[in-house]
């Protein structure tokens, strides 16, 4: 008699054990991770950078710049990426990812500009997800 009591005390823990962990409710959904707010505080294009600054930025550049960069300064993005999407006229020639270590954040990215690639230009920046944050239009050899 004892043991059978011991079996249906066991019986009854083991029961409430399982009704703890029914497999049959919905589980709740994971906290989604919301991605970090990004917030362009300044961007530019510029022939050079000194100091982690932007040197000789401008809208208008000669067409034997050789060289640009995009520079951005980024606040809220500390663990994130952006994007730095060129174009020349409406054809994308440039896609660059940067990762941002912190908040603020300075970063660019440089892009070769061939001689004869006159007119218009932009650099979208975008995070992570594809939204243009920002843009920068400019142009070369005008």
């Given at each position: 008699?004892?043991?059978?009591?011991?079996?249906?005390?066991?019986a009854?823990?083991?029961?409430?054990?399982?009704?703890?962990?029914?497999?049959?409710?919905?589980?709740?959904?994971?906290a989604?991770?919301?991605?970090?707010?990004v917030?362009?505080?300044e961007a530019?294009?510029?022939?050079s950078?000194l100091?982690?600054?932007?040197?000789?930025?401008?809208?208008?550049?000669?067409?034997?710049?050789?060289?640009?960069?995009?520079?951005?300064?980024?606040?809220?993005?500390?663990?994130?990426?952006?994007?730095?999407?060129?174009?020349?006229?409406?054809?994308?020639?440039g896609d660059?990812?940067?990762q941002?270590?912190?908040?603020?954040?300075?970063t660019w990215?440089r892009?070769t500009v061939?001689?004869?690639?006159?007119?218009?230009?932009?650099?979208?920046?975008?995070?992570?997800?594809?939204t243009?944050?920002?843009r920068?239009?400019?142009t070369?050899?005008?």
């Amino acid at each position: 008699m004892k043991r059978m009591a011991m079996i249906a005390a066991s019986a009854l823990l083991f029961g409430r054990g399982l009704a703890a962990q029914d497999s049959t409710k919905a589980a709740a959904p994971a906290a989604a991770t919301a991605a970090p707010q990004v917030n362009v505080v300044e961007a530019v294009v510029a022939r050079s950078i000194l100091d982690r600054q932007p040197q000789d930025t401008g809208a208008v550049f000669p067409a034997d710049v050789a060289q640009l960069i995009c520079w951005t300064k980024l606040e809220g993005a500390g663990g994130a990426s952006i994007h730095h999407v060129w174009f020349h006229g409406d054809t994308q020639v440039g896609d660059v990812e940067l990762q941002v270590g912190g908040s603020p954040w300075r970063t660019w990215s440089r892009k070769t500009v061939p001689a004869e690639w006159t007119g218009a230009w932009h650099v979208e920046v975008k995070d992570a997800a594809g939204t243009v944050l920002k843009r920068i239009d400019f142009t070369v050899g005008q």
